[in-house]
């Protein structure tokens, strides 16, 4: 089945630089992958997502790139802001009923 | 507002002392799943429903029960608890281009 590996686990950064972070994926015929953000005491929230047919997706200070050929995707926050401080989830899925999560990086930006 | 909504939000019980938790969704979603969520491990999905009285197992489903009696609702239901299952659930629905909507979450001690 499907294994989704997220790296880093933890990743500090100073406000205004910017934050990547880098999943990759076992099933080639995976084709959507989506970004969630968690806040404290919160639900995972889906902040940005891709399928397999585009490279790059952007949303103001957040993008995702895909390389299907590597099975690698990413997510890139740009300007970071002490508010972008959160647990960030990877997933990948090939069928509906599946969604695999990779096991979340700890984005700490400090003022 | 469309959301998903869990309750109780805090739980803590008693080995063997059967217990439920209720899940709802307001955005008639057909597809409904339940994870767990445990430091290290990431959001494992313990079932998923496909629609009213179609429900099936997912990566981690020892120990827990469902039903899909309504559209709206998927409640969780642990027979028998056992400290094992200590963790942070959350219920989720997604919408027919893959959205998926998260809960706000139940932690669950069980002594």
């Known amino acids: 089945g499907e294994n989704v590996e997220q790296h880093p686990s933890t990743l500090s950064v100073q406000e205004g630089d910017s934050a990547v972070i880098k999943c990759t994926y076992s099933?080639?015929?995976?084709?959507?992958f989506p970004w969630y953000k968690q806040e404290l005491g919160k639900g995972p929230q889906l902040i940005i997502d891709i399928r397999s047919n585009v490279g790059e997706k952007k949303d103001q200070r957040i993008a995702v790139t895909l390389n299907k050929t590597a099975k690698h995707f990413s997510l890139h926050i740009t300007e970071t802001q002490p508010e972008d401080s959160a647990v960030y989830f990877c997933?990948?899925?090939?069928?509906?009923?599946?969604?695999?999560f990779g096991t979340g990086t700890r984005l700490l930006v400090s003022p | 507002e469309a959301q998903v909504t869990q309750n109780p939000r805090y739980l803590i019980t008693v080995t063997g002392k059967k217990l439920t938790v209720t899940c709802s969704q307001n955005?008639?979603?057909?597809?409904m799943s339940w994870y767990r969520q445990d430091p290290g491990l990431g959001l494992r999905q313990i079932y998923y429903?496909?629609?009213?009285?179609?429900?099936d197992k997912g990566d981690v489903p020892e120990g827990y029960k469902v039903s899909r009696k309504e559209k709206r609702n998927f409640p969780l239901i642990l027979e028998s608890p056992s400290p094992n299952q200590t963790s942070l659930y959350f219920c989720?629905?997604?919408?027919?281009?893959?959205?998926?909507?998260f809960g706000p979450g139940t932690r669950l001690t069980v002594t």
């Open positions: 099933d080639s015929a995976s084709n959507y």
């Open positions: 989720a629905s997604r919408g027919p281009y893959y959205e998926q909507y």
């Open positions: 429903s496909m629609n009213v009285e179609v429900t």
């Open positions: 955005m008639n979603h057909e597809y």
């Open positions: 997933a990948a899925s090939s069928h509906f009923q599946k969604l695999v």
